[in-house]
């Protein structure tokens, strides 16, 4: 089940704040490095499937390119120059196939990167390759995948969650250090949760969305996943810009997420809104969470417990903003712009009908529906407009709550990961992993998950949420429980990952 990784001789089980030390001392090369990650993945993905593709070639040319930077020729080197990450494949990469999941984007190579593809590139991190997800993101298991299922590192029966589930299941497993992933609806916290990596979604607007493939647009985020809160520390500091590209950017109010990181908890007001263990909240994931909540008062703060009536809402608020923004999002493959187009049709709309037919996976084909429908005449009122305006009491809530506290503590994912196949044939029970996470992307607040223990062998994830912009102190929040724990340094063990 788990092990420990106190001088592990395994520097891919390292947190990369520690890889970039052993680089910095030259006890390893960014190539070197490199290779033990592609080893790795070569070795592990069979089982695995956290990868969509896998770059060794371009990846070793960017680290020769690291290790001089490292060795003082070129720029400055920052915390992630010459560290392997992954980037989840709904992320533009020039010359690199993109396909967000889908068999629609099969055979397409955009000609550009993504800003925050651009930025890893210019910190002069190692891209090993982009990480598979539930089709166009939407998805809490990563089953909705075209191309095959992830699975969980922790066991291999079982969901690593998604959508980012690529990326959680690869940076669990020592494929990689750090990987990007975008939550919609929690797409990046609850795959971290049941994977026990850290994972954080920022406050809507600090990262850029530019090159992103948009699902739900006033909701997608993009954010970092890592082994522990530090790294995903790091990389906001490189991915937090604002960008003109995305009009929705803004430049956020630090310039480094690193700064009072350890500063700790005392003092501070952390309230539990209670909606957040309502029924549906396995056993073994409450008392992870009652721990973790005695732990972070054992370390200074004041708990409090609050309500969030409104909470009950979200859901149904999500279901219908996320599907109506996709299925505007999704009217550009047509079957002539991008990737599949089917040849055998007598028509431009046959072409159209039939390459949305073929291209567009079951679960893609039901949101453009409920979008669609949400949307129409007639119905805009009742569904899409009440949701709309039930979203402003949502983000009117959390302001309130926010007058008394600092930040809000739930767990992250009502239960840990589930059997793949178990919740397949029921959409409600999928949709319903996402209850805690999915409020914080309708107020566009930030959260981040830090590993909080297990229940059996599976992981727990610990879910502290923050005003807007209130990055810096989720961060720290997390840190200071990380620190106080020593869940950071267990490992999945089985036989495929030693
Ligand atoms: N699981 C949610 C959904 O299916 C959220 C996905 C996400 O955050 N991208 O829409």
């Not at 390459?355 to 009742?382: C, H, M, Q």
């Not at 503590?409 to 397949?424: D, H, N, Y």
């Not at 992981?459 to 429980?481: E, M, N, S």
Request: proline letters at 6%; one cysteine or more; hydrophobic letters at 40%.
């Amino acid at each position: 089940m788990a092990i420990r990784s106190g001088g592990s001789a395994q520097p891919m089980l390292l947190p990369a704040h520690e890889a970039r030390r052993l680089l910095a001392s030259k006890n390893i090369s960014s190539v070197e490095l490199t290779r033990l990650a592609l080893e790795r993945i070569e070795k592990l993905e069979p089982k695995i499937h956290a990868f969509l593709t896998v770059t060794p070639e371009l990846a070793l040319e960017q680290a020769e390119e690291a290790d001089k930077r490292l060795n003082g020729n070129g720029p400055h080197p920052c915390a992630l120059t010459g560290i392997p990450v992954m980037v989840k494949d709904n992320m533009s990469t020039a010359g690199v196939a993109t396909t967000a999941g889908s068999r629609i984007l099969e055979g397409y190579v955009p000609p550009y990167d993504a800003t925050v593809v651009e930025l890893l590139r210019s910190a002069g991190a190692i891209i090993v390759g982009k990480g598979n997800l539930d089709e166009f993101a939407m998805g809490s298991s990563n089953e909705n995948s075209a191309f095959a299922p992830v699975r969980n590192p922790w066991d291999t029966s079982r969901v690593p969650g998604g959508s980012s589930g690529g990326a959680a299941a690869a940076v669990a497993a020592g494929e990689c250090f750090i990987a990007l992933g975008s939550d919609t609806g929690g797409s990046i916290r609850q795959p971290a949760a049941l994977c026990g990596v850290v994972g954080m979604k920022p406050t809507y607007g600090l990262v850029s969305r530019y090159g992103l493939i948009a699902f739900a647009s006033s909701l997608d985020q993009i954010g970092p996943l890592g082994r522990d809160v530090l790294d995903c520390a790091h990389t906001l500091n490189v991915i937090a810009r604002r960008d003109p590209r995305d009009s929705t950017s803004v430049q956020g109010p630090e310039d480094d997420y690193t700064k009072g990181i350890d500063a700790g908890v005392r003092g501070m007001r952390l309230a539990v809104p209670r909606e957040y263990l309502a029924e549906g909240i396995e056993p073994g994931v409450r008392s992870a969470f009652e721990k973790a909540v005695g732990k972070l008062e054992s370390l200074g703060s004041r708990i409090e417990e609050i309500s969030l009536p409104l909470t009950g809402h979200a859901l149904a608020v999500y279901y219908i903003i996320a599907p109506s923004e996709a299925s505007a999002n999704l009217a550009r493959y047509d079957g002539f712009k991008y990737g599949l187009s089917t040849a055998d049709a007598a028509n431009s709309w046959e072409v159209m009908d039939q390459t949305r037919g073929r291209g567009f996976g079951p679960e893609v084909k039901r949101r453009i529906l409920l979008g669609a429908y949400a949307l129409s005449a007639g119905y805009y009122d009742a569904y899409y407009k009440k949701a709309q305006q039930v979203r402003t009491l949502i983000r009117r809530e959390f302001q309130q709550a926010f007058e008394r506290c600092d930040a809000l503590i739930t767990p992250t994912s009502p239960t840990v990961a589930f059997k793949l196949g178990s919740r397949t044939d029921d959409p409600m029970s999928m949709y319903l992993s996402d209850v805690c996470t999915i409020p914080a992307n309708i107020a566009g607040l930030p959260g981040v998950s830090v590993p909080a223990g297990f229940s059996g062998h599976l992981p727990v994830g610990l879910q502290i949420l923050g005003p807007p912009f209130g990055d810096a102190a989720i961060l720290r929040t997390a840190y200071a429980y990380e620190q106080a724990t020593e869940w950071r340094l267990m490992h999945p063990k089985s036989d495929l990952i030693q």
